[in-house]
């Protein structure tokens, strides 16, 4: 397989799940907040922009972060490079160059999506609030990966599809819970720790709501809710459970079997996985969820790097 | 009133009723109301076909293409710059015996271009004979001293032509450009085909059409023939500009019916006088690259330096016997439409034959008489510049304003090598389905049969691109002025 179709492809659904997933979060947020009181405004919606990375570019262009600066932030801005927008946009042009080498359902199917995010109007949509947009867009996401999964050989490049896919996933789960914790510790007493409405809303925006109590038959509790979004090993949106998919992509890529890896990708992979396996929630607070959390997106940046310097850059020859 | 959908014969009669014949060939009647034998079941069948059922067919039809993508880009636009390409409903047939002329006038005319581009690139004989003005060579654009004193692979130079022909008014085809370069529209043959025969199932069986499904796996064989010795599995891909260039589709569409990697320029790279393509797995040497670049920007070291399209170091490798291309690089000179005067005279020279199809009268503006000549005529002809194709710097002196006019005049004079004038040549008519006024009418047609040549044969397979000018009377047929498509039958002996 070309390197060249091959980054495509492994930016394409990176693309794709950055977009659901800051529309998931925009949603969950929005309508949690319908019910507080007014004063929590900020702490609420400032950490999605902190979440995004952007809070530079967005303080040049509004002044405060409230429900529609963000929501126009993250969903259509033009200036916010990962704006769900943007992400469809660059999803659907990454596409768009390997046409021949995707199925003609996928590609319909993702300039369908295209073109119906491009039909909302940003100023209806933020009068009506974000839940018709957030929605088409999750359903979008789902709806392709579904037709992925069906239409497309599961060769290499379905391979790199899916390291995109959950290498992205891990990153924006490992990067809302470290938001989320650090915006409610910070906070007072009677908005932080106890209250269980936002912890509920991390869960839902993660779709885990449901399965937490299932595990946990207890109420809201905010270590349980990071050992569930951190470790849980089947849960579909756990940082384990995402990169245990990406190391299985990589192996499946490079034809290494366990206990071994092909390159520095693979041994990073490992190296997580090990600690998301077999370290305990309350060590992890002990040593510090920040830090521990940080750790974990520096490796995941490293691993991305790596499957570029493997799999698709050449050094120019001299 | 009679069953809804359909109509009394007489109503059906009218269908042809804004079909008249003119000074041009008519391919379907050969007199008013009477068809040519080839004709005779679609003009049967057309008289019997209520109108309903024709606006299903063409509505079947258009939809196809549209679920297959066949589309064409339109440049200077941002949004949907991709279009489809307009396909006429009814076929184009040719006799065996048309077909068979065309087939051995096309096979002799690329055996002595071939032939020729090997000469002018080497010895030099025809020119040293006086066959072909030396000057007229050296001064074309798309001479590649590079190429001299270079023998190409099993020395073929054109492995894949798209030669367009139109009809005379005595029904006779005459060559009017040679596509040595990169040709495209192989494409919508193959499609409209497909297209075709779901639209008129019928009709296939009674005509007896000839299959050209194999044209991808000929090209595929004329490919691997070009490959250098001792690569019994050579590496075979196809080189595209990029998703942005006009042909895309049609570079996907090959590719994948070969089963070959379709790549750009940045995916290859050229080391130790080796080409490679970046996989996932490494470099993986290319053995053979059906290029559908333009020769300027195959190499920034040899061609044009702004060049992004191509590979750096190709040219070296290319010399060096280590990858092949198809077509090779330089052919541009031989389709030159200076140099296209002189094809009868190099096919008499080269295989001692006469040249089995016509050339139409051509007048070139290098020749002093003949600027004179076209300088005192300019409103009657067509006036080409020689380096150009697809329909760019063009003159039609019966329909141009005087300013236009004018702005030719200034530029022969200022530059005579680079022009060429013709007379009109009025391409003869073919029935053609008018969606909006669901009637049949004669339009304008000329036919670009696709030849392949692996060194021993020229392979064409039975078809071509018919394009056709969709508006009445219109001569231009070209697809970004209007013109449309349609499936070319030719049909299995014994006519």
Known sequence: MLSRIAESLFWLSRYIERAEYTARILDVNFHTLLEQSRDRYRLRWEPLIVMAGEEERFRRIYDEANARAVFEFLAFSPDNPSSIMQCIAKARENARTIRDCISREMWEDLNGLYFQVNRFNPAEEMEAGPHRFCDAIRFGSHRFHGVTDATLPHDEGWEFLRVGWFIERAEMTARLVDVQYHALYDAPPEIGGSDNHQWMAVLKSVGAYEAYHKKYHSSIDPEKVAEMLIMHPLHPRSIRFSMTEVQSGLRAISGTGSGSYANEAERLTGKVLERLRYDRIHEIFNLGLHSYLNDMLKMCGSIGEDIARSYFYYAVVA | MGTPGFETPTLLKSRFENYWLNGSYDEMFESEGVPRPQYRALYEMLLSLPVEEMRRRKQTADISFLHQGITFTVYGREEGTERIFPNDLLPRILTSSEWGTIERGLTQRITALNLFLRDIYHEGRSLKAGVVPSELVYSCRHFRRQMREFTVPKNIYISVVGSDLVRLPDGSFAVLEDNLRVPSGVSYMLTSRTVMKRVFPELFRMAGVRSIDHYSETLLATLRALAPEGRPEPNIVLLTPGVFNSAYFEHAFLARQMGIELVEGRDLIVDGGIVYMKTIHGLTRVDVIYRRVDDEFLDSLTFRRDSVLGVP???????????????????????????????????????????????????????????????????????????????????????????????????????????????????????????????????????????????????????????????????????????????????RGED
């Not at chain 2, 070139?364 to 194709?389: F, N, P, Q, T």
């Not at chain 2, 397979?461 to 018919?466: A, K, N, Q, R, Y």
Request: proline fraction near 6%.
């Open chain 2, 313 to 491: 170091g190709l040219m070296g490798a290319y010399r060096a016997g280590n990858v092949a291309l198809a077509n090779a690089v330089g052919n541009g000179v031989a389709d030159d439409k200076a140099i296209y005067a002189y094809v009868p005279t190099f096919i008499r020279y080269y295989l001692g034959e006469d040249p089995i199809l016509r050339s139409v009268d051509t007048y070139l503006c290098s020749k002093r008489d003949d600027l004179a000549y076209v300088l005192e005529h300019l409103s009657e002809l067509v006036v080409k510049a020689v380096g150009e194709s697809g329909g760019y710097g063009m003159l039609m002196g019966p329909t141009a304003d005087r300013a236009r006019i004018e702005e030719f005049d200034r530029q022969i004079r200022a530059d005579p090598r680079n022009y060429i004038a013709q007379p009109v040549v009025p391409l003869s008519r073919v029935p053609s389905y008018d969606p909006a006024l669901e009637c049949i009418a004669g339009r304008h047609v000329d036919l670009r049969p696709y030849c392949l040549y692996d060194g021993e044969n020229v392979t064409i397979v039975p078809g071509g691109l018919t394009r056709v000018a969709l508006q009445a009377d219109s001569l231009v047929v070209n697809s970004s002025q209007g013109g449309g498509s349609k499936d070319t039958w030719i049909l």
